[in-house]
């Protein structure tokens, strides 16, 4: 059975830091990514890196947000700093096997307010 399970959300005032985690399990996946999505909007990609260590970002996050994957582990990461009110938002983890079916882990709020 395969679990993707999310950690590291929460609150912090703006500027601040937060380190998402997410932990693989059931499957062996060759892309991991980072979604999010705030009250009132659409899904959309923050992060992704393949088995291969390509990474791609969303613009709003270049340079302040960083992906990482332990492949022992089957962990991936996600470093978010300089956070902006912006920010906020359900945090998902997403995980894609080598059939191309993608798997989701339940969320993890990140709020960023003073």
């Known amino acids: 059975q395969v679990q993707l399970v999310e950690s590291g959300g929460g609150l912090v005032q703006p500027g601040g830091s937060l380190r998402l985690s997410c932990a693989a399990s059931?499957?062996?996946?060759?892309?991991y990514a980072w979604y999010r999505q705030a009250p009132g909007k659409q899904r959309e990609l923050v992060a992704r890196?393949?088995?291969?260590?390509?990474?791609n970002y969303a613009d709003s996050v270049k340079g302040r947000f960083t992906i990482s994957r332990d492949n022992a582990k089957n962990t991936v990461y996600l470093q978010m700093n300089s956070l902006k009110p912006e920010d906020t938002a359900v945090y998902y983890c997403?995980?894609?096997?080598?059939?191309?079916?993608?798997?989701w882990g339940q969320g993890t709020q990140v709020t960023v307010s003073s």
């Open positions: 890196i393949t088995s291969g260590g390509r990474i």
């Open positions: 997403n995980a894609i096997d080598g059939y191309s079916v993608d798997y």
């Open positions: 059931g499957n062996i996946f060759s892309i």
